[in-house]
């Protein structure tokens, strides 16, 4: 898929990010002429977007220490660390709620309640 490649590489530039978050911050910079009935392009190009600008966010507050630029630039490494992510964003939502759960039963010894914590790094 060279033209993903390629609205990748646009949508990761400084250029396109600064425009993204402006569009975002200020409301009234459009990125594309028309306003509503986007192409398939557009859509994707917004897509990743929207993907890069958490990515570097993330990456400026340190969040994950297996995110840096090197992984942001390259698409392969880049999907890898996505998938990553999300799988260890259900694992602790999934971990969330068994510990709601069990807080819930108001158990006044724990001791014997087992909870699993499964780590993906």
């Known amino acids: 898929m060279l033209i993903e490649k390629e609205i990748r590489k646009l949508a990761r530039s400084s250029y396109w990010q600064n425009l993204y978050r402006a569009s975002k911050e200020i ?6 002429d028309n306003v509503s009935n986007l192409s398939g392009l557009q859509t994707l190009f917004l ?12 990456l400026v ?23 990553w ?3 260890y964003r259900i694992q602790e ?8 759960k069990v807080n819930k039963l108001n158990l006044k010894d724990k001791s014997n309640v087992t909870t ?5 790094t």
């Open 27 to 32: 409301g009234t910079i459009h990125i594309f």
């Open 47 to 58: 897509h990743w977007l929207s993907i890069y600008n958490s990515l570097y966010t993330d």
């Open 61 to 83: 507050q340190r969040e994950w220490k297996y995110l840096d630029e090197e992984v942001i630039n390259n698409d392969c490494r880049c999907d890898a660390f996505l998938s």
């Open 85 to 87: 992510r999300n799988e």
């Open 93 to 100: 939502l999934e971990k969330q709620k068994r510990e709601e």
């Open 116 to 120: 699993y914590d499964v780590n993906l």
